[in-house]
């Protein structure tokens, strides 16, 4: 017997965010979840949305920046992972960064309190049931080995895999200040921040090239035979390949000086390792942009060169996993269901989005398309002038023309259809130089912010 509930396989950013809108469209919703019966090798609680690598949901800025345009799309669209992280968001400059614990435990509340929301602590090892006739499977880049393959047979698809890796965390009481001190970049104030959120440990040249030397020849994790034509993602890359590009990569990267000054010198060092603040207390910081494959006793070591670290204590070292992802473009149609069973929709890491929104984002569109399909009703797919649309085209279809493969993205104003940049600004003067692409940003944003407002009101017309 076929049942009109949606089944959501996998309680991570996308499961749950899928659950909530379909469960808030009116419909009965199921939500299995495999912890704490089946363990991945990143996960370390049992919650919903838990934050495996960083505690960031980057840039809040809606007006010049993608994400933040991006998270103000989810909160017009009544997004929990946008509420949530709201709640429970920490210092952390220009960026939207949470407590972990508090934000994965008020989406579990969430979740469990609804009364259209059924959980269910099972594993799902293989293919839905035929009879479950409206499925969204958001089991993100750690899906479980039995449904992956299951996956993989009914596509015939050559699996796709990128490796992502883990940040450490550090005790702030164990980080010395009369080395470190805090500061934001260019001062810059953010979410609940004062414009000295991050924790700041300089490096002068010398010291510099000593940690270069100690990340190059630390000991690392070796990867088996079936890992090692897997590629890195290119936006979270481990510091030991970024080093390995170049002397001076890391240093313009996530180690980069630019708007910091040193109060005891009032100068700009040669490098800056940065902390962001992980939870509510302050107890906890993340050591932003150093994800890593060395291994922890080699981290342990390597890490306390770095000035303001000498004695640094770590809550949790870092680390690496393998992430699997679909064939997205050539497997899902505009409402992300599987071509070859429709009852099969995908939503999250695993349709090729890569970073927290993204797969939230992604999840909120299943659960609607999902509810839509249960009450019989049409649903448009939302503008591709949008940051929801533009992510949802590039995963069905808009991926770079010529590729070789489909490969995860970021959401970026490249995946914007162009627009053309207004010339003179509000007082009538010609906009000129680095201000065009500002200009021009602004104008995308407000776009999307408008052609958005109008399909919302377009989608409650239709329901009505």
């Known amino acids: 017997m076929v049942t009109n509930d949606i089944h959501i396989i996998g309680a991570g950013l996308a499961g749950s965010e899928a659950a909530w809108q379909a469960a808030n469209a009116g419909v009965s919703v199921i939500l299995h979840e495999m912890r704490p019966h089946r363990r991945?090798?990143?996960?370390?609680?049992?919650?919903?949305?838990?934050?495996?690598?960083?505690?960031?949901?980057?840039?809040?800025?809606?007006?010049?920046?993608?994400?933040?345009?991006?998270?103000?799309?989810?909160?017009?669209?009544?997004?929990l992972i946008m509420r949530e992280a709201d709640a429970h968001k920490v210092p952390a400059g220009g960026a939207l960064a949470v407590d972990r614990e508090a934000f994965s435990a008020g989406v579990s509340r969430a979740i469990e309190a609804h009364a259209n929301i059924e959980t269910r602590r099972e594993e799902i090892?293989?293919?839905?049931?035929?009879?479950?006739?409206?499925?969204?499977?958001?089991?993100?880049?750690?899906?479980?080995?039995?449904?992956?393959?299951?996956?993989?047979?009914?596509?015939?698809?050559?699996?796709?895999?990128?490796?992502?890796?883990i940040a450490p965390i550090v005790y702030k009481d164990s980080i010395n200040f009369d080395v470190a001190w805090f500061q934001s970049r260019y001062d810059k104030k953010g979410p609940g921040g004062d414009g000295a959120d991050y924790i700041n440990c300089p490096l002068d040249e010398t010291q510099y090239t000593a940690f270069l030397n100690a990340i190059l020849t630390g000991e690392k994790t070796e990867f088996k035979d079936w890992e090692k034509s897997t590629p890195y993602f290119e936006g979270c890359l481990p510091i030991?390949?970024?080093?390995?590009?170049?002397?001076?990569?890391?240093?313009?990267?996530?180690?980069?000086?630019?708007?910091?000054?040193?109060?005891?010198?009032?100068?700009?060092?040669?490098?800056?390792?940065?902390?962001?603040?992980?939870?509510?207390?302050?107890?906890?910081?993340?050591?932003?942009?150093?994800?890593?494959?060395?291994?922890?006793?080699?981290?342990?070591?390597?890490?306390?060169?770095?000035?303001?670290?000498e004695k640094a204590e770590f809550a949790r070292l870092g680390g690496i996993h393998r992430n699997t992802f679909l064939n997205a473009p050539k497997l899902l149609d505009q409402t992300?269901?599987?071509?070859?069973?429709?009852?099969?929709?995908?939503?999250?890491?695993?349709?090729?989005?890569?970073?927290?929104?993204?797969?939230?984002?992604?999840?909120?569109?299943?659960?609607?398309?999902?509810?839509?399909?249960?009450?019989?009703?049409?649903?448009?797919?939302?503008?591709?002038?949008?940051?929801?649309?533009?992510?949802?085209?590039?995963?069905?279809?808009?991926?770079?023309?010529?590729?070789?493969?489909?490969?995860?993205?970021?959401?970026?104003?490249?995946?914007?259809?162009?627009?053309?940049?207004?010339?003179?600004?509000?007082?009538?003067?010609?906009?000129?130089?680095?201000?065009?692409?500002a200009a021009r940003k602004r104008a995308l944003s407000a776009r999307a912010l408008a052609e958005l407002t109008a399909w919302i009101e377009q989608q409650r017309s239709a329901a009505a």
Request: aromatic residues 8%; charged residues 20%.
């Open 125 to 165: 090892a293989g293919l839905p049931p035929e009879d479950w006739a409206n499925v969204v499977i958001a089991t993100g880049p750690l899906t479980s080995p039995p449904l992956a393959e299951a996956v993989h047979a009914l596509t015939g698809e050559n699996e796709l895999a990128f490796f992502d890796a």
């Open 336 to 437: 992300l269901r599987l071509k070859q069973r429709p009852a099969l929709r995908f939503a999250g890491q695993i349709t090729g989005v890569e970073g927290y929104l993204e797969s939230a984002a992604i999840g909120l569109l299943a659960g609607r398309f999902a509810a839509a399909d249960a009450c019989g009703e049409a649903i448009a797919a939302p503008p591709p002038t949008t940051a929801f649309g533009a992510l949802l085209g590039h995963i069905t279809g808009g991926h770079i023309s010529g590729a070789k493969s489909f490969q995860p993205m970021n959401v970026n104003f490249g995946l914007f259809p162009d627009i053309e940049a207004p010339r003179f600004d509000a007082e009538g003067r010609r906009i000129k130089g680095k201000e065009k692409g």
């Open 240 to 309: 030991e390949v970024m080093a390995e590009r170049g002397p001076d990569t890391l240093r313009y990267g996530p180690m980069k000086p630019v708007g910091l000054t040193d109060p005891r010198t009032g100068k700009r060092a040669h490098a800056v390792v940065q902390l962001r603040q992980d939870n509510a207390l302050g107890t906890l910081y993340n050591m932003v942009g150093f994800q890593t494959k060395l291994k922890y006793g080699a981290q342990a070591e390597v890490f306390r060169m770095i000035p303001g670290l």
């Open 40 to 79: 991945t090798e990143a996960h370390q609680t049992d919650g919903f949305a838990e934050l495996v690598c960083s505690n960031s949901f980057r840039s809040d800025d809606a007006e010049t920046n993608a994400v933040g345009l991006l998270h103000e799309e989810m909160r017009r669209m009544g997004s």
